[in-house]
C-alpha cells in the first residue's frame, strides 16, 4: 500500500466512524419523539411539524385536542393492560383518520392532538371512530372521547391548542368544565 492511499485510509477512518454515529444519533432521536405504547408523536416530536403545517396552510388547517372520557374507570376496572389498549386503539383510530392529510400525537396520559387539513366535514367520522368499543381480553371496553377544535389562522399552536382546549372541555359528557392548566 503506497503512503499516500494509507493516509487516505487513516484519515476515513474518523469520517466513516463519525457518520456511524451521526446516524446512531438520528435514529435515537426519532425514538424519544415517539411514543413507545402508541408511536405516535410525543409532544417535542409534534409542535415542529404541527407549526410547519400551521404556517403553510393556516386557511386550511384544523388543530384537534382529544381526551378520553373516564378513562380511569377503565384502568380502575379492567386494569391498566387494559388502559394500554384503548390508548393503543385510539392512536391507531386517529392516525388512519388523519391519513397523509395530517399528523397526531401523544401528548400524555389520555390527551391526544392532531393537526389536519381540511377536517371539518370529518369530524364526524371521527367521534364515531374514537366511541367505537375496544376489544380487549375477549370483551368489548365502553370508550368515548371528547374532542375540541380550532382553526388557527394564523395562531401560534399554543394558541390553537388552547382555543381546542376550551372547546373540548364545552362538549365533555356530564356537563364538566372543569378548567386545567
Do not use: Q
Not at 102 to 118: C, H, I, P, S, Y
Not at 128 to 152: D, F, K, N, Q, R
Not at 168 to 175: A, E, I, L, S, V
Amino acid at each position: 500500500m503506497s503512503a499516500a492511499l494509507a493516509s487516505l485510509v487513516a484519515a476515513a477512518a474518523p469520517l466513516v466512524g463519525w457518520g456511524a454515529h451521526g446516524t446512531w444519533l438520528h435514529r435515537r432521536l426519532a425514538h424519544a419523539r415517539r411514543d413507545p405504547l402508541t408511536g405516535l408523536l410525543t409532544r417535542d416530536g409534534f409542535t415542529a411539524r404541527a407549526e410547519r403545517l400551521i404556517r403553510s396552510h393556516p386557511e386550511h388547517v384544523t388543530v384537534l385536542l382529544v381526551d378520553l372520557d373516564d378513562f380511569k374507570a377503565v384502568n380502575d376496572t379492567h386494569g391498566h393492560a387494559a388502559g394500554d389498549a384503548v390508548l393503543a386503539a385510539t392512536a391507531d383510530r386517529l392516525t388512519r383518520w388523519c391519513g397523509s392529510h395530517g399528523l397526531a400525537a401523544r401528548l400524555g396520559g389520555d390527551e391526544f392532538a392532531a393537526v389536519v387539513l381540511d377536517s371539518a366535514h370529518r369530524l364526524d367520522d371521527l367521534r364515531a371512530a374514537l366511541h367505537e368499543p375496544v376489544p380487549y381480553a375477549g370483551a368489548l371496553l365502553p370508550v368515548g372521547a371528547s374532542i375540541g377544535a380550532s382553526h388557527p389562522a394564523a395562531l401560534l399552536l399554543t394558541e390553537a391548542l388552547s382555543a381546542a382546549d376550551r372547546d373540548m372541555y364545552t362538549r365533555k359528557p356530564n356537563g364538566r368544565s372543569a378548567r386545567r392548566r
